[in-house]
């Protein structure tokens, strides 16, 4: 197969096109912008393509028959005409099988600004008339652990939350499980890729405390308009503010704890809990 990946320079497609270009039997194409400064793994065929360019889009994915389809960044509503962009190149392009990053928190109702996104990007590719396998993946816990590092004063976890739950799942099991999807046929539906279990903010709190040798972290439940006002302070942009309350009120409502057995599945290893990756974290630190 001809394998293309969009947003391969950065830290998932990344992945994504390292695990695949593992298999020689299978030509990989990185589409990335073409001002990038990156160097593809040996044996991958770079496409120089835009988000914002649809013209680069068709021209990169002539003749591929699967694209690993990684979502873009930043405003949602820029993001929402990035997406629209792609899935008319596929159509365009003719490509087989698009395998879709996607949340999942889709509900085009939801308070998540990119829950819309995701949930607009899924019924154009399902109206596409392309086979689609979709990967709605959970908070990445990367992500979720550097925003419990600002939310933090003193000793004090402080986070809109509620009693919301979150099953975070790494970076590491969304590739794996992206490219594994790549390498098989289409499935026509979506697979839900969770962490083990789905955490509240107390048990988040009491993981940080552990990675951090013992360190009393507790978890404090504030006003959503505070914690607005706390990242204003500490210089975040109106926009990730609300991308973060947003997501924030998201897990409020519930609307992140399931937990599926899908990374195992799809892969043959287990998901990484958020000890594995507060451990590997630790472990990855300079000595001294």
């Known amino acids: 197969m001809r394998i293309a990946v969009t947003g391969a320079s950065g830290t998932v497609g990344g992945q994504v096109l390292d695990l695949l270009a593992r298999r020689p039997e299978h030509e990989v194409v990185a589409l990335v912008r073409p001002a990038t400064r990156w160097a593809a793994p040996p044996g991958v065929v ?14 990169a994915l002539g003749g591929v028959d699967t694209l690993v389809f990684v979502s873009s960044d930043g405003h949602a509503a820029t993001v929402m005409l990035h997406h629209v962009n792609v899935v008319r ?5 003719g490509v087989g099988h698009v395998v879709a990053l996607s949340g999942l928190d889709v509900d085009v109702e939801s308070p998540f600004c990119y829950a819309v996104t995701n949930g607009h990007t899924e019924e154009l ?3 596409s008339g392309c086979a689609v396998s979709v990967a709605r993946a959970s908070v990445y816990t990367e992500f979720f652990l550097r925003l419990v590092t600002g939310a933090r004063t003193g000793s004090e976890l402080r986070l809109p939350a509620g009693d919301g739950r979150v099953s975070l799942v790494s970076r590491a099991d969304v590739g794996r499980c992206l490219a594994a999807l790549a390498l098989a046929g289409p499935t026509s539906g979506h697979h839900d890729l969770t962490g083990p279990e789905a955490l509240d903010g107390p048990a988040i709190a ?12 507790r978890y404090v439940e504030v006003d959503p308009a505070d914690y607005a006002a706390a990242l204003a302070r500490a210089g975040e942009t109106s926009w990730w503010a609300h991308a ?19 990374v195992e599945r799809l892969t043959g290893a287990p998901p990484l ?16």
């Open 89 to 93: 190149a596929v159509t365009d392009a």
């Open 125 to 127: 590719l399902a109206a």
């Open 206 to 217: 009491a993981a940080v405390s552990s990675a951090q040798g013992g360190q009393a972290v």
């Open 273 to 288: 809990s958020v000890d594995d990756v507060l451990a590997r974290k630790a472990l990855s630190r300079p000595a001294g």
């Open 46 to 59: 770079v496409a120089p393509a835009d988000y914002a360019d649809p013209a680069s889009l068709r021209a």
């Open 244 to 262: 973060y309350g947003t997501m924030l009120e998201s897990i409020r409502h519930q609307r992140w704890r399931a937990v599926s057995d899908e």
